[in-house]
């Protein structure tokens, strides 16, 4: 038991710290974690109500609108109304937006090649194994 509890706090603390290093990797300082993911979100699955941002995100509807103030006001996203239902009024993401995500995506893939090409052909192939073990975890 001790043994599991080793591992399982060992990987929490090796992939908290690998997160926060990779997430350093961004297009700009302007933007906080935050407001990315909610780029990151609009970019791969397109517009969202404010609520269903917040859902996403699980965050406060209040806490969204403030992320999606900071994002308007720096031109990253738009509010418009739903092509649905004129009363709603949804986000989307602006080119400025998704020249963002785009730019940040590359940083951050670059500085993780540069570290993994310093790794052995077996330490690869472990990661590679590793990393699909890792998104089960994740998605469980």
Known sequence: MT??????????????????RIRAEK????????QFSVLALLFREGPHTVG??????RVTP??????????????????EGSPDDGRKVV???????????????RRRDHWLH???????DAQRELLRQASVIMKELADS
């Open 3 to 20: 043994e599991e509890l080793d591992l399982d706090a060992q990987l929490r603390i090796a992939v908290g710290r690998l997160n926060r």
């Open 27 to 34: 297009a700009s300082d302007d933007i906080s974690d935050g």
């Open 52 to 57: 269903d941002l917040a859902e996403a995100e």
């Open 62 to 79: 209040p806490s969204m609108n403030r992320r999606v103030n900071a994002l308007v006001a720096g031109s990253y996203v738009a509010r």
């Open 91 to 105: 986000v989307r993401i602006t080119a400025a937006g998704a020249a963002f995500v785009t730019e940040t995506r």
């Open 114 to 120: 540069r570290r993994t090409q310093g790794l052995t």
